[in-house]
């Protein structure tokens, strides 16, 4: 979603700010523009399309060694130049870029209009400046802290004044920003990865503040007044590994690097000789496990499918009732919140909009939750105050596919504690954490040898409709698969609980339609071999995830993809690999742009 940098230093800010944007790419995005402060106004240079496109409307150069700049994703008015932002006051010596969105917008304009203020844009963002400037009396601070009073809604904004070269102002509330301390520079953004090229010594903004940013740092007050000591935080060492590493797209790169990335969520929490783990980020003794009555994970697309296998976990190994709600849902419809109930907020950016929505209002009713987030120090991981980071590493392709294992991994985790607290013997939870620290190699052993992904991938490419079906741990794999395919293929595909097909799905299929089955061994298995033999009744042809050696799977399939064995509750880490990789080699197939697919953002940070 929108991406800010802002650059004031002892540098050349143009390139820093188009590289800066680069890295800000990830996100998606449909415009950008960049504004530069000469001694004789603002340089603003702006474009529809990729930030390639920007950076050629930019080579008549600037040499200002102070700017801002956005990467837009459309929310008040459509794609064109006069949306893309920067925006600037009728003075042309105010810039502003804006993440968030705000509310009172109409109502601000009219008192605008009603000032003589003319619109250029279809944006929420213009009446910032204007707003500033109607505020502005010599001292940037003040004008901005004055214009914000009035404003409703959300934001993370960077404010450059033609008047004042040697400061950039930038304020938070609701959207986030970090500013990066570097030697002799000072580096604004709204994502870590834009910042580490220049330095790893960070400071996060929180709501409610307002900085001023120079080339020697930056002062942090309040918005409300008062100064801020903010301490410095680092950017953890594997920020600035966003390269491709040979893989042709950052999706097959991270599938790839999904082993690793479990082995850094398990390492040292997992202990097979006490049959247990240890989450220090959450702060709990058994006693107040003991205590839990419920556990709710709450999270949006790829994050809610991995809190719906971690709820089925903790009913199966820990015997307490537990359930995944739909973040987007769950803020907005007033929830019940019983104060023994455990929540965790499951994301991997840690800005998603809805989830962060809903962690407030947990707050707000006095419930107790807590993160399990990828993102070091995002808004999630913060507001909840205690959590679980799930150390998957920067996930740069806008389809979640290490977030997922590694949050499902990171529940899992939590699963074994409870368990070991309320039913599970010490020799019961040596099993469960053995066969979590397996996870990671059979995971590897997979990825040695994928099957015949290439074969299901021909079967689905053309196809104008495909179903996904699974039971039990399977399903919230399935709902996962066709999200991915979606995602990365367009091709229209839905997800179903297997026993449901005969209640109205089935109708779907005609001959030759691709059903992909999600089978591995455990307790729900025959009966999904019923459901496969209803869909290839209907003519559907079946691509079947089923555990290696079951030959019976296998020879029912079209095209069979075994995984290796593991235990019931494990499974979902394993099966979800093959669907990933079904549509990386779908979306390859159809030329899709597979790491910024149409429409989608990285990151969600508007309700
Ligand atoms: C799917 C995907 C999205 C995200 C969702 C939540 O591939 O990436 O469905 O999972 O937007 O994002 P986070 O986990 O950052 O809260």
Not at 113 to 139: K, M, N, Q
Not at 372 to 391: E, H, K, L, Q
Not at 488 to 517: F, N
Request: charged content about 20%; hydrophobic content about 45%; proline content about 5%.
């Amino acid at each position: 979603m929108c991406g800010i940098i802002a650059y004031i230093g002892d540098q050349e800010a143009l390139p820093r700010l188009i590289e800066g944007l680069r890295r800000l790419e990830y996100r998606g995005y449909d415009s950008a523009g960049v504004a530069l402060i000469e001694p004789d106004g603002v340089w603003l240079r702006r474009a529809v399309g990729r930030v390639a496109g920007l950076a050629a409307e930019t080579s008549d150069g600037c040499t200002s060694k102070v700017g801002i700049a956005h990467t837009r994703w459309a929310t008040h008015g459509g794609v064109t130049l006069e949306n893309t932002h920067p925006h600037l006051d009728a003075t042309h010596r105010i810039a502003v870029v804006h993440n968030g969105i705000i509310e009172n917008m109409e109502a601000l304009k009219a008192v605008l209009i009603a000032d003589g203020v003319e619109f250029l844009s279809e944006t929420d963002t213009e009446v910032l400046p204007h707003l500033i400037r109607r505020h502005y009396t010599g001292d940037p601070l003040e004008a901005v802290r004055a214009a914000l009073s009035h404003v409703h809604g959300t934001y993370g904004i960077a404010v450059a004044f033609a008047d004042h070269p040697d400061v950039l102002i930038a304020a938070r509330f609701g959207s986030p920003l970090v500013i990066g301390l570097g030697d002799g520079e000072t580096v604004l953004a709204s994502d870590p990865q834009a910042i580490v090229a220049h330095t790893r010594r960070v400071l996060y903004l929180d709501d409610r503040e307002i900085a001023v940013i120079s080339a020697d740092g930056a002062k942090v007050q309040r918005l409300s007044g008062g100064d801020v000591n903010r301490d410095v935080s680092l950017i953890e060492a594997d920020y600035a590994v966003a390269e491709l590493g040979g893989h042709e797209h950052f999706m097959a790169k991270e599938i790839w690097e999904q082993p690793d990335a479990l082995l850094r969520c398990l390492r040292g929490r997992v202990q097979i000789e006490r049959g247990n783990a240890k989450l220090g980020g959450l702060n709990m003794t058994p006693r107040d496990m003991v205590n839990i009555r419920e556990v709710v994970t709450v999270g949006c697309g790829t994050a809610y499918h991995a809190g719906m296998v971690g709820s089925m976990a903790i009913e199966h190994l820990a015997r307490l009732p537990a359930h995944a709600e739909v973040a987007s849902e769950f803020r907005n419809r007033h929830p019940i919140i019983p104060p023994d109930a455990l929540y965790f907020a499951v994301s991997q950016s840690g800005e998603t909009a809805d989830t962060l929505g809903a962690v407030e209002e947990i707050l707000v009713k006095g419930g107790q939750v807590m993160g399990v987030v990828n993102v070091v120090g995002s808004s999630i991981a913060r507001t909840c105050g205690a959590g679980v980071y799930v150390y998957a590493g920067p996930e740069i392709a806008v389809a979640s596919t290490k977030a997922f294992t590694s949050q499902v991994t990171a529940l899992l985790v939590f699963t074994l504690m409870l368990a070991r607290t309320r039913n599970q013997s010490l020799a019961q939870g040596e099993n469960i954490a053995r066969a979590l620290l397996e996870a990671p190699d059979k995971l590897q052993e997979y990825l040695d040898d994928p099957g015949p992904i290439d074969a299901a991938a021909d079967l689905v490419k053309d196809a104008k409709y495909c179903m996904f079906m699974g039971r039990g741990f399977s399903y919230p794999v399935a709902l996962e698969g066709a999200l991915k395919l979606k995602e990365i293929s367009y091709v229209p595909c839905e997800a179903y609980p297997a026993g449901e097909m005969k209640h109205g799905p089935i109708a779907m299929l005609e001959d030759g339609t691709p059903v992909i089955v999600i089978a591995p061994r455990g307790s729900q298995r025959d009966k999904v071999i019923s459901n496969i033999k209803e869909v290839q009744a209907r003519g559907a042809r079946t691509i079947i995830v089923h555990t290696r050696g079951d030959d019976e799977m296998a020879r029912l399939a079209d095209v069979s993809i075994p995984v290796p064995e593991v235990r019931e509750f494990i499974s979902p880490l394993l099966t979800v690999v093959p669907l990933q990789l079904l549509a990386y080699k779908v979306g390859i197939a159809l030329g899709r742009d597979i790491d910024k697919p149409r429409n989608l953002a990285k990151s969600v940070t508007v309700e």
